[in-house]
């Protein structure tokens, strides 16, 4: 009878403790409450059960003795359950003991992999298990830390209520639940290189929403009722970056959202359009229209518009038929006219610049071109209207055929994007534009669906540059010495009041140096120095010019962070320290938090332009000066490195002081804006003569290769002996760093 209580008291504080931790463990999970607490829990309830044991055997003495034979059976029965039952109970204690110490355990053996994976620039590893460890360890500083090195914030919100948020990682397969919207502050990977790094599901009832990549704020999921068949929904833009190279449209473009039709119009679409009677109603026409000063009607234009037998139709057509078996291929040969009264017909309209930039993945700071590897460029055939060939874009938006939009560029033509299948890839990043009436092989479109009302955008015109350098006349060398003169200065004390900062990067010295600016201003003329502790005495200089970001702060928060070395993400040059180099980083005019005359690194043909370039080449200048000045510097050696805005800034700055002996440029060219004649960048290329390593990506989504790199490559002065050139096919503007790392140390090398 004794064996039988406390068999029945075993098995129920068997099933109790189980239930009861796991309800305790998912608890203290779930809220992130620390595991010492949930120890000091198992204690309790481990006490509670061997105080437990003991009255049970005190109040058990004065149990029967004589037992019958089957009885005693029985017992025997129940004591083997006792001993396997008390066995199963404490090592659910054990488990739960263990579960919770090995949280620490992992800590400790996780800790050094994240700081070792933070140091070889692993940023996506730093990010995920400092992310998973902070559920456990929510007030854990180094994690915290890590976190915000290698993460940046988002929010998430929904125009219909009780939505459903998700998020995935691109480099995970699973989504995870985040909550409803509205949601703010969702940590995603900030990867460098520039990669893609997350992307958002919404689900609300019987909608399921996919957003664009990287694409966070308000999400309008309930025009997707409004969505045509086969269309997509393009979410708004607000204070969005565009361009092409050669045009600028400005930092504060805005658009609503619109529905972009996933497959370009087809032969057998634009048929239908035909059949019924098209060509012959007036009502889808643009017409009358002015263009280059002469007037268009309907009745005197309309007869432009007939196939190879004057059937109305596209021009590669016969007698109102497509090409046999060219169903589902998109209908080409055709004007803007033409793409324009289909879409009337069809109740939509062409893109405007804008709609087509944001469909076509180009909108915003582009680092990188989507990739258009796979698209059927430089080739002698059409793709089927769906034929995907790559997932990130529109079926066929690169290649394939070019693509009208509405906007006019000058007086007589329209745009028309994309490239065609004949085309060069570069083609997919430029602007490009022909006659309303051109009706050349590779013409097409798609369509836009548009919710709002506002079509103001769609007759923006478009001022594009169209500059071809080597027909640009340079200048004499009497005149460009006098271009020159503009960046001269009087000599004056240097005064330079140097600091030591201090920091957390054992073995290296962080020196900032404040000096008198080279012309009239109240504000100081500053910069950081950072060289290696194991490198004293002749340190080789190099100076730095920033990216647009130095242009674009307003405070020095990032000038360290993420132009020098303390920090393994962004421009990073802490190998080059590394290898006895000293690295000088000068706010320069107009940058970080010095007084702002210009807010865009975009060339213009403004005063105010021209004079913040002249200060910001004084600034160089004089800089230079003061590195002369230090004898722990081997001053014949000094060598300039910039990457974007600092690689085109330097086909000036290295033109007006050739003390600077060498270069490593990275991401540039030659831009296509203009700017005053005695500041155009491409007069002083001409005059560079050192030797210079340029590292530049096919696929650069701000200096576009053909446009930017080609005509850089051939009017620079140096000789081709030193002139050292590497093209990454298929790269963007975000280079792999481990080959700058290793190119710019094995021409400092040679150079230096």
Known sequence: MGSNRFFKFIGGFLAFGFTFLQGVDWIFTKYSIDNKYFNYILIILLIAFLLSIIILFISAKGVIKNISPAKTKKSRFIKIGNVVLTSLLLLLFVYFFRKSSSKDLLLDDLLPKISKAYDNGDTYYVFKNSIDLLKTYPENQILKSFLKKTSWTVNVDSDLENTDVYVRFLRDSVWSYIGKAPIDSISVPNLWPREKSFIVKL????????????????????????????????????????????????????WSAFGVSKYEVSNSEFKKFIDEGGYDNEDYWDFPIKIDGENYTYKNTIKRFTDKFGRFGPGNWRYGQYPKGEDNFPVTNISWF?????????????????????????????????????????????????????????????????????????????????????DNSYTFNSFYSLSPFDRSKGNGFRLVKQFSNDYSQDEIKISYVERDFDMEEDVSEEVFEYYKSQFDYKPYPLEVNLINIKHENKGYILEKFEMKPPYKTDEKLYGYIAYSENFKGNLKPIIEFPTA??????????????????????????????????????????????????????????????????????????????????????????????????????????????????????AGGLMLQRSKKEIEPHIYLRRVKMPILHIVGTLDGIFEYEDSFVPWNKLIGTPEKDKKTIVLDGAGHALDWDIIIENQLKFLKEYN
């Open 203 to 254: 689900i609300n009832g019987d909608i399921e929403h996919i957003g664009e990549v990287e694409q966070s704020g308000l999400f309008e999921i309930s025009l997707l009722k409004k969505l045509p068949k086969n269309f997509v929904l393009k979410s708004a833009g607000n204070n969005q970056l565009m361009f092409f190279p050669g045009f600028y449209f400005g930092d504060n473009n805005s």
């Open 338 to 422: 033409e793409a324009r009264a289909y879409a009337k017909y069809k109740g939509f309209k062409l893109p405007n610049v804008f709609q087509w930039l944001h469909s076509a993945s180009l909108s915003g700071f582009i680092m990188d071109i989507p990739a258009v590897k796979l698209s059927n460029y430089n080739s002698n055939m059409l793709n089927e209207v769906n034929y995907s060939n790559e997932k990130k874009l529109l079926p066929n938006i690169a290649g394939n055929v070019r693509e009208w939009v509405t906007n006019p560029h000058g007086e007589d033509k329209y745009g028309i994007l994309g490239g065609a299948y004949m």
């Open 549 to 666: 970001g130095g242009i674009g702060s307003k405070n020095d928060d990032g000038f360290i962070k993420y132009y020098s070395w303390l920090e393994g993400s962004g421009i990073n040059y802490k190998h080059l320290i590394d290898e006895g180099y000293v690295l000088i980083m000068p706010a320069y005019h107009s940058t970080y938090s010095r007084k702002k005359t210009i807010q865009t690194w975009w060339p213009n043909e403004s005063d105010e332009y021209k004079e913040s370039i002249i200060k910001i080449g004084k600034d160089y200048r004089r800089v230079i000066d003061y590195i002369e000045s230090r004898k722990d510097f081997d001053f014949s050696k000094l060598s300039y490195t910039g990457y974007s805005w600092g690689s085109v800034s330097s086909n000036y700055l290295l033109a007006i002081d050739d003390r600077v002996k060498s270069a490593t440029v990275f």
